[in-house]
């Protein structure tokens, strides 16, 4: 009986090598055929029936048993580390965080079929044929990895401390150079960390809106393409750029705008007949223009201006844009209150599927040009952020940006250390170095030492923190 079931599966199998041809196909066949030949009981024959199965369906499926959905603290990493193995192309995504909340515990138990729609895509395109979007979690700010095969594309580079973050998640894709790097605004919240970038990576064109600010933030990025002898191009709306296979066409500024956020470079991304609109943090008083100026703002994948603050989406905003997902960056209890009811209920309103990194960590949106996937469920929370005037609700997070708007030294009295952005030192908060920090620079922050360490900073050797 066993050397016909053998037999059997051999035939079965020869039939599929010659109908396909494929080569994915001929390496699980040899493992199968390993399966097929060591089996001696039934229990070994009941797993080759369900190799066989596998075989049939013709994905690169591992397998999973239902043991695998038990409710312990790592499924949502085990969940992911899933994906990572059934497909090539998801590899590149960070693993999903925050594993002890209840909501990515109910995104995890849904993770096997978003994993196995994942799957089903990447076994019939190869990776080079694919646009992915990793919204990278930066806390509170933005950072997006856009690439197309070789091409790659940065969308600003979180805070000052998130330079090196961003950094080490470019360093695993394997890039050494970006095609573009955008810095869509001088807030510190989105060209904090570029500095970094521009003296790790080679970068061969940088795009800014034409407008200047007066920040240590915005002289540090200045510096570092000083450094490398880069110049910055101001690219105006309507002008396209192309990466790899994808299109992107500046939407924005229309023009010169008071405020440094509705001077945010904006831009529509198009990969076959998928299309991304980013609008960093463009408010309600340019979006009017943006609607009036453009052919189409149309997109399939929004990332939400302004970290989903009241000041941007309107519902005609949304209307002009109608996506079928929504991405909102922004940190985890951040102080700013970020995101707001009014743009939650709006997406949820128009059945928007809303993903988030302050829930869910960094996010990666996959499109073969006709479909676009994810690395996890949508937030089903719809929970909005709460403003409070103090920096003291997150303990993960790094406080308080260097912000233009900030003209007085605040020490948090909880803060276990005080960080300079930049010389890159952490300091006890007595430490008289810190009374002599600019206030652009200093940043008081509850991250332990070895987290500090960790984002590239160092002890003072004075306090010795
Ligand atoms: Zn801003
Ligand atoms: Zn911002």
Redesign the pocket.
């Known amino acids: 009986m066993c050397k016909k079931y053998i037999k059997t599966t051999l035939l079965f199998l020869c039939s599929l090598l010659l109908l396909t041809g494929c080569g994915n196909i001929t390496t699980t066949s040899t493992t199968d055929q390993k399966a097929v030949s060591s089996q001696s009981d039934t229990q070994s024959s009941a797993k080759a029936d369900n190799d066989t199965t596998d075989l049939k369906s013709n994905t690169a499926q591992p397998q999973k048993n239902d043991s695998d959905q038990t409710k312990d603290s790592n499924q949502t990493e085990k969940s992911s580390a899933d994906q990572k193995s059934s497909s090539a192309q998801t590899q590149k995504n960070s693993p999903a965080k925050k594993s002890n909340t209840t909501q990515s515990k109910k995104n995890s138990l849904s993770k096997k079929s978003a994993s196995n729609h994942v799957a089903n895509n990447s076994s019939t395109t190869k990776t080079s044929s694919k646009l992915l979007v990793h919204f990278i979690d930066v806390g509170q700010g933005d950072s997006i990895l856009i690439t197309q095969g070789k091409h790659a594309m940065l969308i600003d580079a979180g805070n000052n401390d998130k330079g090196t973050t961003v950094q080490l998640y470019l360093k695993k894709q394997g890039l050494t150079s970006l095609d573009y790097v955008i810095g869509t605004?001088p807030?510190a919240?989105?060209i904090g960390g570029l500095d970094v970038v521009i003296y790790k990576f080679d970068c061969k064109k940088i795009l800014l809106p034409d407008c200047t600010s007066n920040t240590a933030t915005y002289r540090d990025v200045l510096s570092s393409m000083k450094s490398k002898n880069y110049t910055a191009t101001h690219p105006a709306a309507g002008q396209k750029f192309s990466l790899g296979k994808a299109q992107f066409t500046i939407t924005g500024p229309v023009q010169k705008y008071n405020s440094?956020?509705d001077n945010?470079l904006s831009l529509r991304l198009t990969f076959m007949q998928s299309s991304f609109l980013f609008t960093?943090?463009v408010t309600q008083n340019a979006e009017p223009d943006l609607i009036a100026k453009n052919k189409t703002l149309q997109a399939d994948v929004l990332k939400i201006a302004?970290h989903g603050s009241k000041y941007s989406t309107t519902s005609a905003f949304l209307a002009a844009v109608s996506p079928k997902y929504a991405v909102i960056s922004c940190a985890e209890g951040n102080s700013y209150g970020f995101p707001c009811a009014r743009v939650l209920n709006l997406l949820r309103k128009n059945h928007v599927k809303t993903f988030r990194t302050d829930e869910q960590g960094s996010i990666v949106a996959t499109s073969n040009g006709q479909t676009i996937s994810w690395n996890t469920s949508p937030s089903t929370s719809w929970k909005a952020g709460e403003s409070t005037k103090q920096h003291t609700t997150s303990n993960r997070q790094t406080k308080k940006s260097s912000s233009n708007t900030n003209t007085s030294k605040k020490i948090d009295k909880n803060a276990s250390y005080v960080i300079n952005t930049s010389t890159k030192k952490f300091h006890l908060p007595s430490c008289y170095s810190v009374k002599k920090m600019s206030v652009a620079n200093t940043q008081s922050t509850k991250a332990s030492r070895s987290e500090l360490i960790k984002e590239g900073y160092s002890p003072c050797k004075n306090c010795n923190p």
């Open positions: 605004h807030d919240d989105h440094t956020n945010s960093g943090d302004h």
